[in-house]
Nanobody
Framework: QIQLVESGGGSVQAGGSLKLSCAAS????????MAWFRQAPGKERVWIAL???????EYVDSVKGRFTIMRDNPRNTLYLQMNSLKPEDTAMYYC????????????????WGQGTQVTVSS
């Protein structure tokens, strides 16, 4: 059974940092493209960072330069280092595993985590 379990969310003041983790099991982790999505209240879930099988990375403009996506293949773990957090980063953050990058971009994700809440206060 494939499982993605996020952790590391919490409440932080603007300007602070958090590091999210996503532990994957039941899948050949190194063969998947991995991504982080987020969903703010009343808004759609959108991808914000992707790391390919080759560890190439892409980010949406709103997090570029502040967030870093990383993968540890031997530990089957995905990370998101978030710095210089802003109130508009407040959202539920989800880990995703995709067979292709385009699946992640389209939001057609075959495997989701349950999410971890990040709240940034001003």
């Amino acid at each position: 059974q494939i499982q993605l379990v996020e952790s590391g969310g919490g409440s932080v003041q603007a300007g602070g940092s958090l590091k999210l983790s996503c532990a994957a099991s039941g899948l050949s982790y190194s063969t998947f493209h991995m991504a982080w999505f987020r969903q703010a209240p009343g808004k759609e879930r959108v991808w914000i960072a992707l790391i390919g099988r080759d560890s190439s990375t892409e980010y949406v403009d709103s997090v570029k330069g502040r967030f870093t996506i990383m993968r540890d293949n031997p530990r089957n773990t995905l990370y998101l280092q978030m710095n210089s957090l802003k109130p508009e980063d407040t959202a539920m953050y989800y880990c995703a595993a995709c067979y292709s990058a385009s699946e992640c971009y389209r939001g057609s994700v075959p495997f989701w985590g349950q999410g971890t809440q990040v709240t940034v206060s001003s």
